[in-house]
T-cell receptor, first 110, second 112 residues
Framework: SQELEQSPQSLIVQEGKNLTINCTSS?????LYWYKQKYGEGLIFLMM?????EEKSHEKITAKLDEKKQQSSLHITASQPSHAGIYLC??????????FGSGTQLTVLP | SQTIHQWPATLVQPVGSPLSLECTVE??????LYWYRQAAGRGLQLLFY??????ISSEVPQNLSASRPQDRQFILSSKKLLLSDSGFYLC???????????FGQGTRLTVV
């Protein structure tokens, strides 16, 4: 099955700083999802990337999928306390299983 | 519009007791359904998924089982809970390939 590795595992940044979270797959990605989760709640969909080299942005969050489609990055510009939470990358396998990475816990200090 | 319901929100159960968590989806047909478990502050572990009624795939052998008695109903069960079954359980549904998945609000299970 597809394995997704996220780095870093946790991140503490000062408000206003930029940050990047990485997601690396053991297999070629045919669709890569980014979600955000507040502690103890469900997941909120951020973005989905399909094509090699694709880049999408929503407010201050930008996600990219590399040309080889085995790595994705999520970049937050000028972080705010509202960005705090757990960020998860996910991918769908050939049997329709939807697996996720180990997550990155982001803390933004005011 | 589509909605997903998961209950209960919290549950405290003694070791050895049975478990039944239910998840239902409204506003769509033939969804793919998923059960996940999440350790505190960590990623999601896929437990079971289903692409149709009566079709269950297990990702991790354990003390749990899943059933899909109706198209939009997904149930997670255990005959005898273990302490290690404690965690945050999430249900999700998904439509066609390369569309987003929608998650329930989760159930926090504490086995005592």
């Amino acid at each position: 099955s597809q394995e997704l590795e996220q780095s870093p595992q946790s991140l503490i940044v000062q408000e206003g700083k930029n940050l990047t979270i990485n997601c690396t797959s053991s297999k070629t990605l045919y669709g890569l999802y980014w979600y955000k989760q507040k502690y103890g709640e469900g997941l909120i969909f951020l973005m989905m990337l399909q094509k090699g080299g694709e880049e999408k942005s929503h407010e201050k969050i930008t996600a990219k999928l590399d040309e080889k489609k085995q790595q994705s990055s999520l970049h937050i510009t000028a972080s705010q306390p509202s960005h705090a939470g757990i960020y998860l990358c996910g991918a769908e396998g050939s049997a329709r299983q939807l697996t996720f990475g180990s997550g990155t816990q982001l803390t933004v200090l005011p | 519009s589509q909605t997903i319901h998961q209950w209960p929100a919290t549950l405290v159960q003694p070791v050895g007791s049975p478990l039944s968590l239910e998840c239902t989806v409204e506003g769509t047909s033939n969804p793919n359904l998923y059960w996940y478990r999440q350790a505190a502050g960590r990623g999601l572990q896929l437990l079971f998924y289903s692409v149709g009624i009566g079709q269950i795939s297990s990702e991790v052998p354990q003390n749990l089982s899943a059933s899909r008695p109706q198209d939009r109903q997904f149930i997670l069960s255990s005959k005898k809970l273990l302490l290690s079954d404690s965690g945050f359980y999430l249900c999700a549904w998904k439509g066609q390939l390369n569309t987003e998945a929608f998650f329930g609000q989760g159930t926090r299970l504490t086995v005592v």
